[in-house]
C-alpha cells in the first residue's frame, strides 16, 4: 500500500516475480478494504498515506481478531527513530527504510511469509 503510483508498481512488480499474487491500496481507506477482500499474508505499508495513515491502518489490523495473524512490514521515506519505534508499537513485523533495494524486500517477504 503506497500513496505513489510508481512505488505502488514496483513493489508489485518485483513481488510477482517471485511468484506473490498481490493486490495493491492506494491510500489508508482502500487498504482496510482490501484486507477483507483479499485476506492476504504480508501486507507492505507506507507510514504516511492521505487519509487513515500507515500507522492506523497497522492498529486497525492488529487489533481485530481476524487479521491479527497477518504480517506488516512497513516501509518510509521519512525515517526517524520515532517513527520506527511507533510503527513497532503499533504491531508492524518489519520496517524498511525508502529506497527499498530489491534484495531486502525479498528477504523481509520470505522472512515473514516464507
Request: glycine share 8%; with cysteine; aromatic share 6%.
Amino acid at each position: 500500500m503506497d500513496d505513489d503510483a510508481a512505488i505502488r508498481k514496483l513493489l508489485s512488480n518485483l513481488l510477482k516475480q517471485k511468484g506473490y499474487l498481490i493486490a495493491t491500496a492506494r491510500d489508508g481507506f482502500e487498504a482496510g478494504q482490501k484486507v477483507g477482500e483479499f485476506k492476504p499474508d504480508l501486507i507492505i505499508l507506507e507510514l504516511f498515506m492521505p487519509g487513515i495513515d500507515g500507522f492506523e491502518v497497522c492498529q486497525r489490523i492488529k487489533r481485530n481478531p481476524k487479521t491479527a495473524h497477518i504480517k506488516i512490514a512497513v516501509h518510509t521515506g521519512n525515517h526517524t527513530p520515532k517513527n520506527q519505534d511507533r510503527i513497532i508499537k503499533a504491531g508492524a513485523d518489519e520496517y524498511l527504510i525508502k529506497p527499498i533495494e530489491r534484495r531486502a524486500l525479498f528477504q523481509v517477504a520470505a522472512k515473514l511469509i516464507g
